[in-house]
T-cell receptor, first 114, second 114 residues
Framework: AQSVTQLGSHVSVSEGALVLLRCNYSSSVPPYLFWYVQYPNQGLQLLLKYTTGATLVKGINGFEAEFKKSETSFHLTKPSAHMSDAAEYFCAVTYPTAGNQFYFGTGTSLTVIP | DTGVSQNPRHKITKRGQNVTFRCDPISEHNRLYWYRQTLGQGPEFLTYFQNEAQLEKSRLLSDRFSAERPKGSFSTLEIQRTEQGDSAMYLC????????????FGPGTRLTVL
């Protein structure tokens, strides 16, 4: 069965520090991978996605992620955290045969400490 | 276009009552999805439409849940005989039809069943 695992339900970083949010998927079928951010009482907003091509993808707000097939991972990073980055982050995966149905991880809540 | 909209934003109902939620997708998107999100979890796929055809509904939580998209534009999600366990955020998303297309999410409808 397809699944997505986000290690660390809560991550705290200091303002200006590196942000690293982890995502691993389990499937033998090549996936399409996404990171979404959710602010309180708002819908999910796409940060970035990987479908094909370059494995390092850049998204909005300075975030980027690298698809590593050998590690079945798609970790999200940002070199320098900003207070406005505090939110819930979700990794999602879909597959060519899945009708674009998304499978989401359980989310990681990011706290930025001033 | 203002994005995906959902109405109502909040619904409080008594156990046993029926509720209906509406989703208006981005106008050029032919795919529409419904998800449920409970506290501390990622969105859970329920069903999706391509135009007016419901292509996947096996993930609907029970036969009390049904969805329609009669003219291929807006969609409704109905829950009959609500139970306290139905309390959650119900999210709608839309996308174009190609593989790997990102989904655009609405703000959600928060259901509270008393």
């Amino acid at each position: 069965a397809q699944s997505v695992t986000q290690l660390g339900s809560h991550v705290s970083v200091s303002e200006g520090a590196l942000v690293l949010l982890r995502c691993n998927y389990s499937s033998s079928v090549p996936p399409y991978l996404f990171w979404y951010v959710q602010y309180p009482n708002q819908g999910l907003q796409l940060l970035l996605k990987y479908t094909t091509g370059a494995t390092l993808v850049k998204g909005i707000n300075g975030f980027e992620a690298e698809f590593k097939k050998s590690e079945t991972s798609f970790h999200l990073t940002k070199p320098s955290a900003h207070m406005s980055d505090a939110a819930e982050y979700f990794c999602a995966v879909t597959y060519p045969t899945a009708g674009n149905q998304f499978y989401f991880g359980t989310g990681t809540s990011l706290t930025v400490i001033p | 276009d203002t994005g995906v909209s959902q109405n109502p934003r909040h619904k409080i109902t008594k156990r046993g009552q029926n509720v209906t939620f509406r989703c208006d997708p981005i106008s050029e998107h032919n795919r529409l999805y419904w998800y449920r999100q409970t506290l501390g979890q990622g969105p859970e796929f329920l069903t999706y439409f391509q135009n007016e055809a419901q292509l996947e509904k096996s993930r609907l939580l029970s036969d009390r849940f049904s969805a329609e998209r009669p003219k291929g534009s807006f969609s409704t999600l109905e829950i009959q005989r609500t139970e306290q366990g139905d309390s959650a955020m119900y999210l709608c998303a839309s996308s174009l039809g190609q593989r790997g297309a990102e989904q655009f999410f609405g703000p959600g409808t928060r259901l509270t069943v008393l």
